[in-house]
Each structure stands twice: as structure tokens, then as C-alpha cells.
């Protein structure tokens, strides 16, 4: 059983660029879970993807976006980069919506640096 | 506002002894509870859950207890083993979000042998 993967492990950007990145779930999850996780704090949702589409958004603003493709691999969009932005980007995956009590499984994220 | 609280960022153990981590929550539409275990340049291992309906749930050295009306769980490591030295994450599901986890701010345990 293939875990969740997520590429690239670590990235550095400039303020105002934009940034992908990827994560592929692990096999037999079809739902994806993005969270940001800043330095000494627990992770934050940003959104949740089932069958392709956003069902779920926690308090991020637009320039955050995402993507499902049909094999439920995800992609995390981030648009004009902010200092503040420097985080660990953690993916994660489940089957079902969450409806059932299914946990969450992780990835090892990104560690994505803003200068 | 923080929904989910470790008010302890660390603890020191013995090995073998008890280690007991605290978790305080404010939202009552928290209807499944889970903790996490992180260690540095991973990410969080799924360690054991509970239902919003029992008051306990055990795994092995692993116990999970709950107190609804206090709004508090905790996590009870016996005997504890130098290898749970970790950050350990609280997180609740908000019922009106599916899976979404509301994670509190960790604690980090260390065993010491």
C-alpha cells in the first residue's frame, strides 16, 4: 500500500511568485486535504477535495487554490507569494468524505520558504 | 480563536513511566477526536481516535479518554519508551466541515532513559 507523496520536499520562493505543489494520495483514498502548518503552531486547513471539487475551504484567501485529477492526485496553487506564506504544506488523504471515522493519512509535506 | 488547546508545549517522562497529554476543546460540534504523532521532517502519524460517543478508547500502551462535559481529552502513554519522543498533535472533526481537522498547537514529549 503507496502512502501519500508530495513533491517537491523542500522549495524557495520570492515574495509575489507563484508556487505548485503536488501530492498524490494514497491508494483507495478519494479525498485530499490541504493544511499549512507555520512554525510551533498544529496544521490549518485550507480545503478539501472529493470527486474533483472543492467541498470544504478553511480561512484562506483566493490566492489559494487548488486541484483534484481523476486518479485523486492534488495539486496546491499558491499565487503572489507572501513572507508570511513560509510554512510546512502538508497534504493528506482519506476514503469518503470524512463522513465516516476514517482518519486523516499525511504526507511528509513541503517546506516551502518565502524571501 | 483557538477551538482546540494543549496548554503544555512540552513534558519530560521517564521511560516507563505514565505520560499524559492534555487537550481542552470549546466547539461541542466536535463529534470525533484523533491524535497525532509528528516527528521532525515527517508528517503527522495517525496514533489512535475517539468517538464523541464513548469516553475511552485503548491501543495497546495507547488510551484516549474523554470528558464531554469538560470538554477535555487526554492521551495516556504506558509504559512510555524513548522512541514516543515526538510532538504530539490534539485534533478534533468539525461535523459541519466532513473530514476537516481542527488541530491544536502540540505538545512535545520527551523520554528520557
Known amino acids: 500500500e503507496t502512502g501519500v507523496t508530495q513533491s517537491p520536499t523542500h522549495l524557495i520562493k520570492t515574495r509575489g511568485q507563484q508556487v505548485t505543489l503536488r501530492c498524490s494520495s494514497q491508494?483507495?483514498?478519494?479525498?485530499v486535504s490541504w493544511y499549512q502548518q507555520a512554525l510551533g503552531q498544529g496544521p490549518q486547513f485550507i480545503f478539501q477535495?472529493?470527486?474533483?471539487?472543492?467541498?470544504g475551504r478553511g480561512n484562506f484567501p483566493p490566492r489559494f487554490s487548488g486541484l483534484q485529477f481523476p486518479n485523486y492526485s492534488s495539486e496546491l496553487n499558491v499565487n503572489a507569494l507572501e513572507l508570511d506564506d513560509s510554512a510546512l504544506y502538508l497534504c493528506a488523504s482519506s476514503q469518503g468524505q470524512g463522513r465516516n471515522n476514517s482518519p486523516l493519512h499525511f504526507g511528509n509535506g513541503t517546506r516551502l520558504t518565502v524571501t | 480563536d483557538q477551538q482546540v488547546k494543549q496548554n503544555s508545549p512540552s513534558l519530560s517522562v521517564q521511560e516507563g513511566r505514565i505520560s499524559i497529554l492534555n487537550c481542552d476543546y470549546t466547539?461541542?460540534?466536535?463529534?470525533?477526536f484523533l491524535w497525532y504523532k509528528k516527528y521532525p521532517a515527517e508528517g503527522p502519524t495517525f496514533l489512535i481516535s475517539i468517538s464523541s460517543i464513548k469516553d475511552k478508547n485503548e491501543d495497546g500502551r495507547f488510551t484516549v479518554f474523554l470528558n464531554k462535559s469538560a470538554k477535555h481529552l487526554s492521551l495516556h502513554i504506558v509504559p512510555s519508551q524513548p522512541g514516543d519522543s515526538a510532538v504530539y498533535f490534539c485534533a478534533a472533526r468539525d461535523m459541519e466541515y466532513g473530514n476537516k481537522l481542527v488541530f491544536g498547537a502540540g505538545t512535545i514529549l520527551r523520554v528520557k532513559s
Open positions: 477535495y472529493y470527486r474533483e471539487e472543492e467541498n
Open positions: 466547539n461541542s460540534m466536535f463529534d470525533y
Open positions: 491508494s483507495g483514498h478519494n479525498t
